[in-house]
């Protein structure tokens, strides 16, 4: 059974730093490509960064620069380095796994599993 655990949300303030972790069990974690998403209140769910099998990212335009994702096979778990962060990073943040092409699309439905999330604040 595929479980994925997210941790490291907080509260913080604008420009401030904080690293989401994400660990994984029940599946061969090194084979799977890996995801980050957040929700802000009362709006959809978007992609913001993906990682490939051998540790290649992708990133949201919104967060290019600031965001750091990067993972560790061998603890089979999951990172995202937050710098910079703003107001607009306020959301619940979910960590997914997917093991289709579609991946680097950063799209929802392109993850067959996903975590319970982990909220972060970003006051002004």
């Known amino acids: 059974q595929v479980q994925l655990v997210e941790s490291g949300g907080g509260s913080v303030q604008a420009g401030g730093s904080l690293r989401l972790s994400c660990a994984a069990s029940?599946?061969?974690?090194?084979?799977?490509?890996m995801g980050w998403f957040r929700q802000p209140p009362g709006k959809e769910r978007e992609g913001v960064a993906a990682?490939?099998?051998?540790?290649?990212?992708t990133y949201a335009d919104s967060v290019k620069g600031r965001f750091t994702i990067s993972r560790d096979n061998a603890k089979n778990t999951l990172y995202l380095q937050m710098n910079s962060l703003k107001p607009e990073d306020t959301a619940m943040y979910y960590c997914?796994?997917?093991?289709?092409?579609?991946?680097?699309?950063?799209?929802?439905?392109?993850?067959?599993?996903w975590g319970q999330g982990t909220q972060v604040t970003v006051s002004s």
């Open positions: 997914a796994a997917s093991g289709s092409r579609a991946w680097t699309l950063l799209l929802p439905w392109a993850y067959g599993n």
């Open positions: 990682i490939d099998t051998d540790g290649t990212g």
């Open positions: 029940g599946y061969t974690y090194s084979r799977y490509h």
